[in-house]
């Protein structure tokens, strides 16, 4: 028996979690595994807006994950569920759990200007965080993930998911190895909103 069902048997089923930079596809992905047959969990608190008009799946709670320290009482329901962590927040997960991570990969510079584009349509200033910055935090966030074994890792290009919805969609059911509506999920993605392109 490997390693991953002894930790299976052990820690209980995976939890499904989108991952990546803001702006990265997240939501999108959200989106597909929800059309796919995977539950999100979110809240609706955050409502759709110009910059996401498919909504943006998010969980209030998440956002508590280092103050948290560990304790997450919010975990277990999240088993056989995805939920949307941004990167930053990924390594306060504590490793008593599974997680099989979805983590979107998008051209940092299509990234710097979306976020560019979000901060300039609610009226707020500021240059952001730089591209150096997301570089280092990035191989940071691999190397967290590679050391540790309740990381399983899938990494999916933002740009590949919008131009071959349909063979991401079938990775993505590989990886979770569940079955899938990978049809409904590759409909799911909408191309108009791959806006801000390289």
Same mark, same amino acid.
């Given at each position: 028996m490997t390693g991953r069902w002894l930790r299976r048997i052990r820690y209980g089923a995976p939890i499904v979690v989108?991952?990546?930079?803001?702006?990265?596809?997240?939501s999108m992905m959200m989106r597909m595994l929800e059309a796919g047959g995977v539950r999100p969990l979110d809240d609706g608190i955050r409502a759709a807006d110009i910059s996401n008009p498919k909504?943006?799946?998010?969980?209030e709670p998440v956002k508590d994950l280092e103050a948290a320290r560990g304790d997450v009482p919010w975990l277990p329901e999240a088993r056989g569920k995805a939920v949307k962590i941004i990167s930053f927040l990924l390594t306060w997960l504590p490793e008593d759990f599974n997680y099989q991570v979805i983590f979107m990969q998008r051209d940092?510079?299509?990234?710097?200007?979306s976020q560019q584009q979000?901060?300039?349509?609610?009226?707020?200033?500021?240059?952001?965080?730089s591209r150096e910055v997301f570089e280092a935090h990035l191989a940071q966030v691999e190397r967290f993930m590679a050391a540790r074994?309740?990381?399983?890792?899938?990494?999916?290009?933002?740009? @590949? &998911?919008v =131009? +071959?919805? @349909? &063979?991401? =969609? +079938?990775?993505? &059911?590989?990886?979770?190895g569940r079955p899938m509506d990978t049809?409904?999920?590759a409909k799911a993605v909408e191309a108009s909103l791959y806006r801000n392109r390289a």
């Amino acid at each position: 028996m490997t390693g991953r069902w002894l930790r299976r048997i052990r820690y209980g089923a995976p939890i499904v979690v989108v991952s990546g930079l803001p702006r990265s596809g997240t939501s999108m992905m959200m989106r597909m595994l929800e059309a796919g047959g995977v539950r999100p969990l979110d809240d609706g608190i955050r409502a759709a807006d110009i910059s996401n008009p498919k909504g943006y799946f998010e969980f209030e709670p998440v956002k508590d994950l280092e103050a948290a320290r560990g304790d997450v009482p919010w975990l277990p329901e999240a088993r056989g569920k995805a939920v949307k962590i941004i990167s930053f927040l990924l390594t306060w997960l504590p490793e008593d759990f599974n997680y099989q991570v979805i983590f979107m990969q998008r051209d940092l510079d299509e990234v710097l200007a979306s976020q560019q584009q979000m901060l300039a349509r609610r009226g707020e200033s500021g240059t952001g965080t730089s591209r150096e910055v997301f570089e280092a935090h990035l191989a940071q966030v691999e190397r967290f993930m590679a050391a540790r074994p309740c990381f399983e890792t899938l990494h999916v290009p933002y740009r @590949e &998911a919008v =131009a +071959a919805p @349909e &063979a991401t =969609a +079938a990775a993505v &059911a590989r990886f979770l190895g569940r079955p899938m509506d990978t049809s409904a999920m590759a409909k799911a993605v909408e191309a108009s909103l791959y806006r801000n392109r390289a």
